[in-house]
């Protein structure tokens, strides 16, 4: 079996060809802000300068986090950027819904007419899927809805608000802060629910990008965090990064790719990195540069281009495709990264599937775990 070092260097050797190829994309079309409907991760679209127009458009209101479009949305997300468009508007009101209502009494299963079961699915086309990390996409109401009333009567109190919202067309990007009771103890973490949109605001394909460790940290306390002990040490250095252009999709991915922690960082100065496991914002090179390597410690990263949405001041990438663990074994995988209005650098992922797979903990079996009374 090659191992993950050996993978490493093989990476390192292949970097400008990752480079040549991630340019071949690029001049196809990356998905920015648009979407080919029955790609398997939507790298079909505009051209980055129309992206780049798109995102000029309304700017003054756009950076302000205020504008005319969907102002009952408005008042209910802290951030809410990009191009607004009608089925943008509705798909958030629906997003918003399903996060206000209560659950009352759990959900049968296999009974979709439950008012929050029945709220979820307001969200999705009927031929919709639906993907979270370490596992294959979901398709159709009949699955997503048997997925949706197994959370819900797990976590019934699950609740939610917007956070950092960006619309680009056809792409949203809806932050939200989750909250849930896990055995009698509350926890929040955060969550991008990344969406392509049909015309009429139905989702046609979904990816959920959050920290499931969070969650089962109550019920699995042997389960050790990836980025133990990764802290600031000295004050930070560095300008703060400009904003994140469409150009430099092709560098960026090649630098995933190839494990490039010195440009990964270098780009982004003295910007503050959260991410998953993080007590605090990471602000020195040396605390972002440890947290990136031991990410790749971890993780041997193999990602295509998913969707960008550009707002006035923020603008979200996914990178989508699989880790190999230092087991060997091959886990579909994706990070977010949101670059926000003051120097912000948030990376969204789930290390479970990572951490689980090291402790030789079966995911299925932590589930159980949340089951037990």
């Known amino acids: ?151 819900l009567r797990l976590v019934p109190d699950l609740r939610y608000v917007g956070t950092n919202v960006v619309a680009d067309g056809a792409v949203m990007m809806f932050g939200q802060r989750n909250e849930v009771t896990v055995k009698g103890q509350k926890v929040t973490y955060p969550q991008i629910a990344r969406n392509v949109l049909s015309d009429d605001g139905k989702t046609i394909q979904a990816r959920r990008y959050y920290d499931r460790y969070e969650i089962f940290k109550p019920v699995a306390p042997e389960l050790r965090p990836l980025f133990e002990g990764i802290s600031d040490a000295g004050p930070a250095t ?44 990471l602000a020195t090179t040396e605390g972002k540069t440890a947290y990136l390597k031991r990410f790749f410690e971890h993780a041997d990263v193999k990602f295509k281009p998913g969707q960008v949405a550009f707002g006035g001041t923020t603008t979200y990438v996914e990178w989508h495709g699989t880790v190999t663990s230092r087991k060997g074994t091959v886990i579909p995988f994706g990070i977010v990264e949101r670059f926000g209005p003051r120097g912000e650098w948030e990376l969204s992922f789930d290390t479970l599937p990572l951490i689980a797979e090291e402790a030789g903990i079966g995911i299925g079996s932590l589930y159980q775990r949340l089951a037990q009374p």
């Open 238 to 281: 560095g300008r703060t990064p400009a904003r994140f252009r469409a150009d430099e999709i092709t560098d960026r991915l090649a630098a995933w790719n190839g494990e490039d922690v010195v440009a990964l960082t270098g780009r982004m100065g003295n910007a503050r990195l959260t991410g998953p496991g993080l007590a605090a914002p």
């Open 1 to 151: 079996m090659t191992t993950i070092r050996q993978q490493r260097r093989t990476k390192q050797q292949m970097v400008g060809r990752a480079k040549r190829l991630a340019a071949v994309a690029v001049a196809a079309g990356l998905s920015i802000g648009t979407v080919t409907a029955g790609s398997s991760w939507s790298a079909a679209a505009s051209q980055a300068g129309q992206a780049g127009q798109a995102s000029q458009a309304g700017l003054a209101t756009a950076a302000a986090g205020r504008g005319s479009e969907c102002a009952e949305v408005r008042d209910k997300v802290e951030r809410l950027e990009g191009l607004i468009t009608p089925n943008a508007c509705a798909f958030m009101k629906r997003q918003i819904a399903f996060g206000e209502i209560p659950t009352g009494t759990a959900p049968t299963p296999g009974d979709p007419s439950h008012p929050r079961v029945a709220a979820y699915l307001d969200i999705f086309d009927a031929d919709a899927t639906l993907w979270e990390a370490g596992g294959e996409a979901q398709r159709g109401h009949g699955v997503i809805g048997a997925s949706i009333t197994n959370s």
